[in-house]
């Protein structure tokens, strides 16, 4: 099990420490020009989470690789890129200029920019000509079937699945009944996230088997076994590590006591477990001992 | 260096409407003044970024405007209570100035007290909306203070190295009379470390985080027209209280 952050939710160059934590980086989503952003304001809190709206701020694809990705490099991290686009040969051009890092995550969900014109398979089909690095695709649970989703991108070579990104949300300024936030809309991120995330990550990893990378409300350890549970082979913290730069070393103890809680030795022990209620898991002791 | 600790409460002080939150400083830095610190706000997700204060002794102190329910969840601490606090984040106020000039705007005078600390006691010129607010000036004894309709940019005098913190049609305006003005900006933050990308402002018409680049910015870097709808807005109904003055302040 590996603990990662949220594409988009940290920046390793500024908090290095805080990347240091954790078992693989994930960047923010590079797209093939350099992106300024939404206008501000960009955030806002509600009594059910946060909202954003950054709109994939990032360097661009020659910016990134010729200056952010030797930095990165060097923090010794294992790095997972995250790839965007308009169209699936946006993905595939900067997939195609991509190696020597740990995994290339598409994202196929940002609810915050117009979305690709093209299907997620056939964006994630373009790809793997591309690349024979690891692929990963970011789907969203707002998608009226996204385990079919699931099986289509696995159909087109998908080596795992990022499970949840943000869900499309709004808060209006009370005093003047307008939206908050300058773009309308933003991606509701946070806690109030959790049951949806183990529900995407149940459904999809029933659908395909795949490699999951489980997000989506983590705040503490429980909630991490909880996502492997479901199906989620590796885990990554979103909103969390704005509220606490440490977060990721106290999930991990977290989950140690977690895991000794239900006298499991590993996280993988209980790895799908949700998927077999007969089970109790007395069995799951008995198969680690 | 930045820390993230679990502090407890010494005691609430109320200053008019505001109320000054002061904390035991354990092992966290009080940094430079102009900083900020990101503070659990109780029941929220988000902790709340607050320039400090005051740094006596063993405490760290925020001046704080309860305006949304992170705030005001801070002002209803009680003496014993804890939360945690990180910081000192962002970059503070340049000490290097000859002749300074301390200007601020309502609860933009926030980390005036610490900066005329750390200048040892240069002349600080205040405005606020009524006398009400004006009980805050109280923390900058000497201070030359005037209240609505009377603005703040009519006490500076020429000749003087102006830091200045307060809402934004104050700093643009004490940024229009002195080009070479230290000024403290605020905008949402959800993180206070680069992370979220929330802050952004335009910093010489390019989309920067403030709380990287800032949060005071030399009059000189011109930070204009997009952010300012960031500016007096809110992170659910209250601001990053990096500043925040009487122009913009909700009638209650």
């Given at each position: ?174 005093h003047t009944l307008r939206p908050v936030l300058a773009r309308g809309s933003g991606g509701l991120s946070g ?99 | ?252």
């Amino acid at each position: 099990m590996m603990l990662l952050n949220a594409s988009g939710c940290l920046d390793a160059l500024v908090a290095p420490d805080v990347a240091r934590q954790l078992d693989g980086f994930v960047t923010k989503t590079i797209t093939p020009l350099p992106r300024e952003g939404n206008a501000p304001p960009r955030i806002a809190e509600t009594a059910h989470g946060m909202l954003n709206a950054i709109g994939l701020a990032n360097p661009g694809r020659e910016r990134f690789l010729a200056e952010h990705l030797p930095r990165l490099r060097e923090l010794g991290v294992p790095l997972w890129v995250s790839v965007g686009g308009f169209c699936a040969a946006d993905y595939a051009d900067t997939c195609a200029a991509l190696d020597g890092i740990e995994a290339i995550e598409l994202n196929l969900s940002c609810p915050n920019v117009d979305e690709a014109a093209d299907s997620a398979a056939e964006i994630v089909a373009t790809c793997r000509a591309a690349t024979p690095l690891p692929l990963y695709a970011k789907l969203s649970a707002a998608h009226p079937d996204v385990a079919a989703v699931a099986r289509a991108v696995a159909a087109a070579g998908a080596d795992g699945l990022s499970l949840i990104n943000t869900l499309r949300g709004m808060a209006l300024d009370p005093h003047t009944l307008r939206p908050v936030l300058a773009r309308g809309s933003g991606g509701l991120s946070g806690p109030d996230l959790k049951p949806i995330a183990l529900a995407t990550v149940h459904a999809c990893y029933a659908a395909t088997q795949l490699t999951i990378v489980g997000m989506g409300g983590v705040m503490t350890g429980s909630d991490v076994l909880e996502l492997i549970a479901c199906g989620a082979r590796h885990v990554a913290l979103g909103t969390v590590l704005f509220a606490d730069p440490d977060a990721p070393a106290r999930v991990r103890d977290e989950l140690e006591r977690a895991l000794e809680a239900l006298a499991v030795v590993r996280p993988d022990d209980v790895h799908a477990f949700a998927h077999s209620p007969a089970k109790s898991l007395e069995i799951a002791h008995k198969v680690v001992a | 260096m930045p820390r993230r600790e679990r502090r407890n409460v010494l005691a609430v002080e109320r200053l008019g409407p505001y109320s000054l939150l002061r904390l035991d400083r354990g092992g966290l830095d009080p940094g430079v003044p102009g900083q900020f610190f990101m503070l659990e706000a109780p029941g929220r997700l988000l902790p709340r970024a607050l320039s400090l204060c005051l740094a006596p002794a063993g405490e760290l102190a925020f001046l704080i405007d309860p305006v949304g329910p992170g705030t005001r969840a801070l002002c209803s601490l009680g003496a014993g209570e804890a939360i945690h606090v990180f910081g000192p984040l962002g970059n503070g106020f340049r000490l290097d100035v000859g002749r300074p000039l301390l200007v601020g705007g309502g609860i933009g005078m926030a980390p005036l007290p610490y900066l005329a600390d750390a200048l040892h006691d240069p002349p600080v010129v205040l405005g606020f909306r009524s006398e009400w607010h004006a009980a805050a000036a109280a923390l900058l004894p000497g201070a030359e203070v005037v209240v609505e309709p009377a603005l703040v940019t009519e006490l500076i005098a020429p000749g003087h190295d102006v830091l200045a913190c307060g809402p934004a049609p104050m700093l643009q305006a004490v940024g229009a009379l002195c080009p070479g003005a230290q000024l403290a900006w605020e905008a949402p933050m959800a993180c206070g470390y680069g992370a979220c990308y929330g802050c952004a402002v335009e910093i010489n018409g390019v989309l920067k985080r403030l709380c990287v680049e800032g949060p005071v910015l030399s009059a000189g870097a011109e930070r204009t027209r997009r952010d300012e709808a960031a500016v007096g807005e809110h992170l659910n109904g209250e601001t990053s209280r990096l500043a925040r003055g009487p122009v913009r302040e909700r009638a209650r």
